[in-house]
C-alpha cells in the first residue's frame, strides 16, 4: 500500500487534534510528499517530541524520543535533524489532558 503524503497525513492529524479540542498548529513546514513528520507535545512540565519510527509495512508511525524535557531541547533536537531532513515537518500539540492523538498502531 503507497504511503501517505506527508501533507495529507498532517492535515488529517490536524484535523484529529482540534475535533478533540486540542491547539495545534505546523511550526515548521517539511516537504508535502516526503517530508518526516515530527510531534511535539507541550505539557506543563515540559515537551514530549516523537519521531518517525520505520515500520515493515511502511506505514507512518511514531515513537517517543523525548520525554519532559524542556522545550529548548526539542529545538536543538530538531534543528539537528533538519541538518539531515531539511524537508522535515513539526507539529505542535497542545492539550489539558495531555494527548498525542496517535493511534496505537501508529506508536512503538
Same mark, same amino acid.
Given at each position: ?14 484535523? =484529529?487534534?482540534?475535533? +478533540?479540542? %486540542?491547539?495545534?498548529? /505546523?511550526?515548521? !513546514? ?5 517530508? *518526516?513528520?515530527? @510531534? ?14 520505520? =515500520?515493515?509495512?511502511? +506505514?507512518? %508511525?511514531?515513537?517517543? /524520543?523525548?520525554? !519532559? ?5 526539542? *529545538?536543538?533536537? @530538531? ?30
Amino acid at each position: 500500500m503507497p504511503r501517505l503524503r506527508a501533507q495529507v497525513w498532517v492535515d488529517a492529524y490536524i484535523r =484529529r487534534c482540534r475535533a +478533540a479540542g %486540542a491547539y495545534v498548529s /505546523i511550526s515548521r !513546514r517539511g516537504d508535502e510528499s516526503a517530508g *518526516a513528520v515530527f @510531534i511535539e507535545c507541550l505539557h506543563a512540565d515540559g515537551v514530549d517530541l516523537y519521531g518517525p519510527r520505520m =515500520r515493515e509495512d511502511g +506505514a507512518r %508511525a511514531f515513537e517517543r /524520543i523525548l520525554e !519532559r524535557v524542556p522545550g529548548f531541547e526539542v *529545538a536543538e533536537r @530538531i534543528e539537528r535533524e533538519a541538518k539531515f531532513d531539511s524537508d522535515l515537518w513539526l507539529v505542535t500539540v497542545e492539550d489539558r489532558e495531555g494527548r498525542v492523538f496517535l493511534m496505537d498502531d501508529e506508536v512503538g
